[in-house]
């Protein structure tokens, strides 16, 4: 069953564009990953998808509902956590305390009406802390001194746990150490197998076929191709795609 559906999508960067019209669908249950040379039109697509840029023409469909128009801060209430690309920049509020960046996705149910239930905020964090084993002294101090993998599994935590149905993860281990890479690709896993629906961009190929049921290329702001077999794909065959020097059948990209 597609989560999310992509339609015919065209983005423009002033009178460049960007993305030409691409379609494709996530699955219930799927880690899908959109990979291409920097440019090819990935990151564009996830931006779109979030609500961080507009598209020109297309739709995007979640659960049934058009959300092409809707803005990013109103479909964390719809059901679609983001990870972004920069932690410190988009990704986290740096001044703020660990606790406020942890609730900032979950206030809806940490609220009794207008008022925040402080002993409902206190055990969410608490879980948070412990589950995603984010360390920190306190959760008083701002996220910003805590380490960047610490920072990460605090985003990580916090778009987990918002009850989304879709997540999408742009570089979620991007600067983190060994061990927090196989923390946070562990709960993907676990993500994927509670029925969420993910979208992950990432520029580590090891991470995307590791983690991945399909991989969608992007070549020049379309699609080159659509891999079904993962584990089979090898890192040459991918960069005959990226490079634009393989590309699949019309009938194939259809069925994306």
């Known amino acids: 069953m597609a989560m999310l559906e992509v339609r015919d999508l065209e983005v423009y960067y002033g009178v460049i564009q960007a993305i030409k019209g691409i379609s494709f669908d996530v699955n219930q249950g799927e880690i899908v990953a959109l990979i291409g040379a920097n440019g090819a039109g990935k990151t564009t697509t996830l ?15 979640y659960e049934g509902t058009d959300i092409t128009r809707v803005p990013g801060y109103k479909l964390v209430g719809m059901g679609i956590a983001h990870v972004p690309e920069d932690r410190n920049l988009n990704g986290s509020a740096p001044e703020m305390s660990v606790r406020d960046n942890l609730i900032a996705a979950s206030l ?7 008022i925040l239930d402080r002993k409902a905020i206190e055990d969410y964090c608490e879980a948070c802390v412990e589950d995603f084993r984010v360390k920190t002294s306190s959760l008083d ?17 916090r778009e987990f ?3 989304a149905d879709i997540i999408i993860l742009n570089q979620p281990t991007r ?21 969420k629906s993910l979208i992950l961009v990432s520029a580590d190929l090891a991470e995307l076929k590791a983690l991945s049921d399909r991989i969608i290329v992007f070549h020049q702001g379309t699609i080159a191709g659509v891999l079904d077999d993962v584990p089979n794909t090898t890192e040459e065959e991918l960069g005959l795609y990226m490079l634009g020097l393989k590309s699949d059948s019309e009938e194939k990209l259809k069925e994306a």
């Open 47 to 61: 931006h779109t998808i979030t609500g961080l840029i507009s598209a020109k023409t297309g739709k995007i469909v």
């Open 108 to 114: 809806d149910k940490l609220s009794k009406g207008t």
């Open 141 to 157: 101090i701002s996220i910003k001194s805590l380490s960047g993998g610490n920072i990460q599994k605090a985003i990580v935590a």
């Open 161 to 163: 746990t918002a009850g």
């Open 175 to 195: 600067g983190v150490d060994v061990g927090a890479m196989e923390f946070i690709h562990k709960k993907i896993l676990e993500m994927r197998d509670e029925k």
